[in-house]
């Protein structure tokens, strides 16, 4: 089985200020992906970055990054330089590299302040 | 069109009554996956297909059916509604296998509120 935790249902962050959210999971897979989705109010699911268990370098996307740390199981993802369009939920998810099934947090509500 | 369309966009619906919610994408991607989203839940897996002909149960499967009769197509049928099946619905299609697999692409989701 494997679970994703999100703890931080809600977060707030300045324009052009940086903002991370968290994540935790736990799998007995030794090969997985994660990746951080995007869901702004128009409902779409938007992939923001993925990582490679088996990578060591942290991925970036831009003004996203994420801090991967793969033995205490953490994978945070940093908004730098926050836009308006960044507001959205934020998922984190986990599927095993030779499996089918995607697991998701809760999710994680970012708010934009002009 | 291109990548995941759904319908309807929303619907209301008596407790009791049978519902399809379709689901087509013209990306020939292998495996297509149902998911239903509920608030502080995230999305769970309902059912999934990894080619046409072949369906599986996902973490919630119940009250819920599906069939895969070609590579295009994906519907989801609940056969007799109740409200805790109120939600929003999520297809998604990706590669079965491959390099590109990793990636699920998503449609734009439908509401569905059951009264």
């Known amino acids: 089985a494997q679970t994703v935790t999100q703890s931080q249902p809600e977060m707030s962050v300045q324009e052009a200020e940086t903002v991370t959210l968290s994540c935790t999971y736990d799998t007995s897979e030794s090969d997985y992906y994660l990746f951080w989705y995007k869901q702004p109010p128009s409902r779409q699911m938007i992939l923001v970055i993925r990582q490679e268990a088996y990578k060591q370098q942290n991925a970036t996307e831009n003004r996203f990054s994420v801090n991967f740390q793969k033995a205490a199981k953490s994978f945070s993802l940093k908004i730098s330089d926050s836009q308006l369009g960044d507001a959205a939920m934020y998922f984190c998810?986990?599927?095993?590299?030779?499996?089918?099934?995607?697991?998701f947090g809760a999710g994680t509500t970012v708010t934009v302040r002009a | 069109i291109a990548g995941i369309t759904q319908a309807p966009t929303s619907q209301i619906l008596a407790a009791g009554r049978r519902m399809t919610l379709r689901c087509t994408q013209d990306m020939r991607h292998n495996a297509m996956y149902w998911y239903r989203q509920d608030l502080g839940l995230g999305l769970r897996l309902i059912h999934y297909?990894?080619?046409?002909?072949?369906?599986g149960k996902g973490e919630v499967p119940d009250g819920y059916s599906v069939s895969r009769a070609n590579t295009d197509d994906f519907p989801l049928t609940l056969a007799s509604a109740v409200p805790s099946q109120t939600s929003v619905y999520f297809c998604?299609?990706?590669?079965?296998?491959?390099?590109?697999?990793?990636?699920?692409?998503f449609g734009p989701g439908t509401r569905l509120t059951v009264t």
């Open positions: 297909s990894n080619t046409a002909g072949t369906t």
């Open positions: 998810a986990l599927r095993g590299y030779d499996d089918y099934k995607l697991s």
């Open positions: 998604a299609s990706s590669d079965w296998i491959g390099p590109s697999s990793y990636e699920q692409y």
